[in-house]
T-cell receptor, first 111, second 114 residues
Framework: GQNIDQPTEMTATEGAIVQINCTYQ??????LFWYQQHAGEAPTFLSY????GLEEKGRFSSFLSRSKGYSYLLLKELQMKDSASYLC????????????FGTGTRLTVIP | KAGVTQTPRYLIKTRGQQVTLSCSPI?????VSWYQQTPGQGLQFLFE???????NKGNFPGRFSGRQFSNSRSEMNVSTLELGDSALYLC?????????????FGPGTRLTVT
């Protein structure tokens, strides 16, 4: 079967670092995306990985291991505004914009 | 550059009715994808249109259909509405299909079926 697993909820402290894990089993793989979604708002793009390794973008970094079917999103210097859902999504084939999403991780940042 | 727009933002319908939702992509974007978001299932892919052609389709019943116009605007239609169709319907536009361009999501249409 096809599946993307993420923790349902996480809580972290302002100023800390948090790692959100994502494991996937899909029939194809052509890249992994991370999106951020605040309550009541549209998802916004955070990062894209298609090759193994770490991609860094400001306070956010994303890692991919294709052999392990594993990715993580690392958020540094957490701010209250980072409280949101973080969605892991896989593009399973080339020539397609039909992302396969996990159910998301709701992150709460506390003072 | 204006973002993705969706109309209407909120809709209440009765079981058995049909509904049409509209999505206007970012100017210049030719790919429009539709997703259904529910608390239990998360975001699920409905279909993708590129240059007025359906390129991909998810695992939804035939009651869900869509189309794309020459100006890249897209509509999706749900016929014979069921209570389980209550959800947030999101569309996303992309600069090209087949490339790793990010998808830009619209604010969504919140559909409630009573």
């Amino acid at each position: 079967g096809q599946n993307i697993d993420q923790p349902t909820e996480m809580t972290a402290t302002e100023g800390a670092i948090v790692q959100i894990n994502c494991t996937y089993q899909t029939s194809g793989f052509n890249g992994l995306f991370w999106y951020q979604q605040h309550a009541g708002e549209a998802p916004t793009f955070l990062s894209y990985n298609v090759l193994d390794g770490l991609e860094e973008k400001g306070r956010f970094s994303s890692f991919l291991s294709r052999s392990k079917g594993y990715s993580y999103l690392l958020l540094k210097e957490l701010q209250m505004k980072d409280s949101a859902s973080y969605l892991c999504a896989v593009r399973r084939q080339t020539g397609a914009n039909n992302l396969f999403f996990g159910t998301g991780t709701r992150l709460t940042v506390i003072p | 550059k204006a973002g993705v727009t969706q109309t209407p933002r909120y809709l209440i319908k009765t079981r058995g009715q049909q509904v049409t939702l509209s999505c206007s992509p970012i100017s210049g974007h030719r790919s429009v994808s539709w997703y259904q978001q529910t608390p239990g299932q998360g975001l699920q892919f409905l279909f993708e249109y590129f240059s007025e052609t359906q390129r991909n389709k998810g695992n939804f019943p035939g009651r869900f259909s869509g189309r794309q116009f020459s100006n890249s605007r897209s509509e999706m239609n749900v016929s014979t509405l069921e209570l389980g169709d209550s959800a947030l319907y999101l569309c996303a536009s992309s600069g090209n299909s087949g490339q790793h361009y990010e998808q830009y999501f619209g604010p969504g249409t919140r559909l409630t079926v009573t």
